[in-house]
């Protein structure tokens, strides 16, 4: 594919590639495909929060956990703890495109 297609989208409409592998795996969660997916679509710097996650697929944020969990434990992320100085440190997450279970 052409890279600055790639960049640009496809007529001014931007979109991503998700791995087949996901679309395939039952084992996870309408809702946990719908979060990988929109951790997808945002660039490697953009940070991830809790409220965001909750307010943009209409969930709770104890369901938004839950859902973090159930990427996290299926192996489609990881995540580490950011090394910054305040009280909620939060976490970079890292996208996989096959579970590492």
Do not use: C, Q
Request: hydrophobic share 40%; glycine share 4%.
């Amino acid at each position: 594919m052409n890279e600055e297609l790639k960049d640009m989208g496809i007529n001014g409409i931007r979109f991503l590639m998700a791995p087949n592998a996901i679309a395939h795996d039952l084992s996870i969660s309408d809702k946990a495909l719908r979060l990988y997916i929109l951790l997808a679509s945002h660039n490697n710097d953009w940070d991830v929060s809790i409220s965001y996650v909750s307010k943009a697929l209409k969930v709770s944020i104890p369901t938004s956990k839950k859902l973090i969990k159930e990427l996290l434990n299926s192996g489609w992320i990881t995540r580490v703890e950011k090394k910054k100085k305040s009280p909620t440190n939060g976490y970079k997450y890292t996208l996989k495109s096959r579970a590492k279970k």
